[in-house]
């Protein structure tokens, strides 16, 4: 694998930052404004008009079906940087949220607040397969960006959606 410069920094930078948050509670105020932030990306315009018939779901909520997946690790302080692939039309008491920095009872009370799938369909649009959810905490962008990043872009192209619609939390 090629040498990441920013897992570098992430690296220098993490010792401490680990130890500012392993207190109770941890002191997030202490290693935020110096956690080091990955390159921008370059701009890449639209190829074509967007019109889209086709839409994938991606969810920051740690959304994870329960009787296929195992729950994100949510009590992590540095956050989990793996992702889960959920079927979109899962039924609504399997699924469940990991993550501790939204109010996941609104969420379950109204799952079309985080995954709004009856909102897209109703306007005519055809839903992915396949919904795509990580946890929204997360510390190890180094990972994210190397590891998962490249599972979800892939996952998303043998959909061929027209479009993604990423629902942030």
């Known amino acids: 694998m090629k040498a990441n410069p920013y897992r570098k920094r992430w690296a220098a930078w993490l010792p401490e930052a680990l130890e500012a948050l392993s207190k ?5 105020r202490a290693v935020m404004p110096t956690m080091p932030m990955p390159l921008p990306l370059q701009q890449v315009p639209f190829a074509k008009p967007v019109d889209p018939r086709s839409v994938s779901v991606l969810t920051t909520s740690g959304a994870y079906d329960v009787h296929v997946h195992a729950p994100f690790s949510a009590s992590s302080i540095i956050g989990d940087a793996t992702h889960r692939i959920l079927d979109t039309w899962v039924r609504n008491d399997a699924i469940d949220f990991a993550h501790e920095h939204f109010n996941q009872a609104a969420a379950r009370s109204d799952l079309e607040s985080v995954l709004p799938r009856e909102a897209i369909t109703a ?27 490249p599972q979800i872009v892939k996952q998303v192209s043998v959909d061929k959606p027209d479009a993604a619609l990423l629902v942030p939390i």
């Open 24 to 28: 109770d509670p941890p002191d997030f």
């Open 123 to 149: 306007c005519g649009v055809q839903l992915s397969p396949r919904i795509v959810s990580w946890s929204g905490f997360l510390l190890d962008w180094p990972t994210f960006i190397e590891a998962t990043i």
